[in-house]
C-alpha cells in the first residue's frame, strides 16, 4: 500500500496463501516501510483507535510530502501537525513533533 503523497511503498504485509480459501481472510495493511503508520478515528484525528477497529490511517516520517505545490488550502486539508498522542508520547517511546498525511483510507 502507498498513496503518491507518500511513497508508492508505504507499508507492506506477507501474502499468507494464493489459494481460494483463504480469500475470504481479513489481513491487515502490514507494517510500515520507513515511516509510521497510525489509525485514528477516522472523526476525530486526535484519537488513536485500536488494531482491528475501523478508523483511517495517517502516515508519518521523512517520507511524507511537505505538501501540494502552490496549493496551500489542499495542503492544509490533508496534511497536520503534531496530534496530542504523538506529542506525548507513551512508556516505551519520548513524545515528537511530526507531520501527518490523512490518507483517507
Known amino acids: 500500500y502507498g498513496p503518491t503523497e507518500c511513497t508508492t511503498f508505504s ?50 516520517g521523512p517520507l511524507v510530502a511537505a505538501g501540494y505545490l502552490e496549493d496551500e488550502e489542499k495542503t492544509t486539508a490533508a496534511f497536520f501537525h503534531d496530534p496530542p498522542w504523538l506529542l506525548e508520547g507513551c512508556q516505551h517511546h ?10 483517507g483510507d
Open 11 to 60: 507499508t507492506a504485509q506477507q501474502a499468507i496463501s494464493i489459494f481460494p480459501s483463504s480469500l475470504n481472510k481479513r489481513i491487515g495493511i502490514g507494517t510500515g516501510q520507513g515511516l509510521c503508520a497510525w489509525l485514528v478515528n477516522p472523526s476525530d484525528h486526535t484519537k488513536l483507535v485500536p488494531l482491528g477497529c475501523v478508523g483511517e490511517v495517517l502516515l508519518e
Open 94 to 103: 519520548a513524545g515528537r513533533h511530526g507531520r501527518l498525511y490523512k490518507t
